[in-house]
């Protein structure tokens, strides 16, 4: 008996034995067909991928040697600086040991020793390195010695504002405003937290499993927060917002375009007649720099005091006592809030008092402080809008713990604050005042604002910048007596007309 025929058998008329010339070749149903069809397609999609393997192979298997000639030459030179560096732990004489504790002022000389133990340990054990990579691995190691390792070169860089560190092989700088990924990497998790350690241990200060995330600052006043795993999920987490190292002046804003001439003659008398200021703005909008150039107009024979969680601001008068809360500490003791030095620092005889920030029950007691006599405070705090910090105030307010109905919340920030100081981070990444807000008091249960200057944006141009001017709006304070009081003088057509 013949053996039955398979599908492309039957379709082509084909089989093993010569078929009868009368005969038909079989028709076949449709579903037949397409199997026919399907098991013919598969076989060229075979070939095709066999095809485009065998071109790719070369290709694909020269990228991965690149990619481990590059993996391989990092973990050469990552093993070349941990020999360096126990080299120079074992052998390093009393002498040098004294040039090394000297620190920043004796990098040269440090470098110079540096060097002798490279050039040793690269005669012993026979690795070979071009000129450049000697000069890098010095520089490298001694800013792992002196400073805070990959992340010394940017510290440096007055063009950088802020660094974030998102685990040990991702750095983020921001630069001209804009946000930029760099190619600095730490080698792993233990060396990035080695450079944490570095940041904390001059403070008093820690991190670990059971206290994760920590702010502090560094020696030129840059601050800090670090978080760490299991809260941060990516390794361990740093966050560096910088500070020119020039302190900027009231003509340095002008010149950057973040408020107008007359918007600062405006704030230098507001701050002489000790009217209470509150700058409000985002994350990144520049609020520490204002409070920074306002607090610049205080006379020199005031006494000023001033309370932050990490000390940022710098003022250039004398008489000057700054104040820093302090965490908890193993056990969970001896924690000291921003709350406690407010009310510590209504004891200390002050002309002024500047709250770097206000962020939950402090605010209370900052406004009694403002309403019984401690005139010309200054503060900061985060909203959106001069109508958006009311309500943060009124929440942070209540978060103090105390029963206090809404209108005596009200009544007590709309005697307390004179001006808010709205300011904002544009798209273009420049930094504007965009409100000069007066409050003027309460109005029913409402509390009263008048805009005496704004920023009004006029279009967007080819290159992304921001273009606009400054509007003065024509009315003039009602606390145009404290300016009186005070022997404060500014002319009355000063709110005559558009301004700006």
Do not use: W
């Not at 190691?141 to 560190?165: A, C, Q, R």
């Not at 193993?330 to 962020?359: F, K």
């Not at 209370?364 to 900061?380: E, F, I, K, P, R």
Request: proline fraction near 4%; charge should be neutral.
């Amino acid at each position: 008996m013949p053996r039955p025929l398979s599908l492309l058998e039957r379709l082509g008329g084909i089989t093993q034995e010569k078929p009868k010339p009368a005969a038909e070749p079989q028709r076949l149903t449709k579903v037949e067909i397409k199997t026919v069809q399907d098991e013919a397609l598969q076989k060229q999609t075979y070939t095709d991928k066999q095809v485009k393997q065998e071109r790719e192979a070369p290709l694909e298997a020269s990228a991965f040697v690149g990619r481990r000639a590059v993996s391989s030459r990092n973990d050469v030179m990552q093993e070349l600086k941990l020999a360096i560096h126990r080299r120079i732990v074992d052998e390093m004489t009393p002498d040098e040991q004294q040039t090394l504790v000297r620190g920043e002022e004796a990098r040269d000389q440090i470098k110079n020793i540096i060097s002798v133990y490279t050039g040793r340990e690269l005669s012993e054990n026979s690795y070979t390195l071009s000129r450049g990579e000697r000069l890098q691995l010095i520089d490298d190691i001694s800013n792992e010695l002196l400073g805070l390792g990959p992340l010394e070169p940017l510290l440096k860089n007055d063009t950088i504002t802020e660094v974030m560190v998102n685990g040990p092989h991702q750095i983020f700088i921001e630069q001209k405003g804009k946000l930029k990924l760099t190619e600095v990497r730490f080698y792993d998790s233990t060396h990035l937290m080695n450079i944490i350690e570095k940041i904390l241990t001059p403070l008093g200060r820690r991190v670990d499993e059971s206290s994760p995330l920590v702010d502090a600052r560094l020696s030129d006043g840059s601050r800090v927060n670090i978080i760490i795993p299991p809260l941060s999920l990516v390794g361990p987490t740093v966050t560096i917002r910088k500070f020119s190292k020039k302190a900027l002046s009231i003509n340095d804003l002008i010149k950057f375009g973040t408020l107008s001439r007359d918007m600062a003659t405006f704030l230098e008398a507001c701050v002489q007649a000790r009217l209470n200021i509150l700058v409000s703005g985002g994350t990144g909008s520049g609020k520490t720099t204002t409070l920074n150039v306002l607090s610049s107009f205080i006379p020199e024979t005031d006494r000023i005091v001033t309370i932050e969680d990490a000390a940022e601001l710098r003022l250039q008068q004398e008489h000057v006592v700054s104040l820093e809360s302090r965490p908890a500490n193993l056990e969970g003791r001896g924690a000291i809030t921003i709350r406690d030095l407010v009310r510590n620092a209504l004891r200390m005889r002050p002309d002024r008092i500047i709250v770097g920030e206000v962020r939950s029950g402090e605010a209370l007691d900052m406004l009694q402080a403002m309403n019984t006599g401690h005139d010309g405070s200054l503060t900061t705090a985060h909203a959106n809008t001069p109508r958006d910090v009311l309500s943060r105030l009124e929440t942070m307010v209540l978060m103090a713990g105390m029963e206090l109905p809404v209108r005596a919340v009200r009544t007590q920030v709309s005697s307390a604050i004179d001006l808010i100081i709205q300011q904002s981070r544009i798209r273009d990444g420049s930094r504007k005042i965009t409100y000069i807000t007066e409050v003027q008091g309460m109005e029913g249960d409402t509390i009263i604002l008048q805009d005496l200057f704004r920023y009004v944006q006029d279009y967007i141009d080819q290159n992304g910048k921001s273009v606009g001017h400054y509007d003065g709006m024509g009315l003039a304070p009602q606390f145009m007596d404290k300016f009186q009081m005070n022997g404060i003088e500014l002319p009355r057509t000063f709110f005559t007309g558009n301004r700006g």
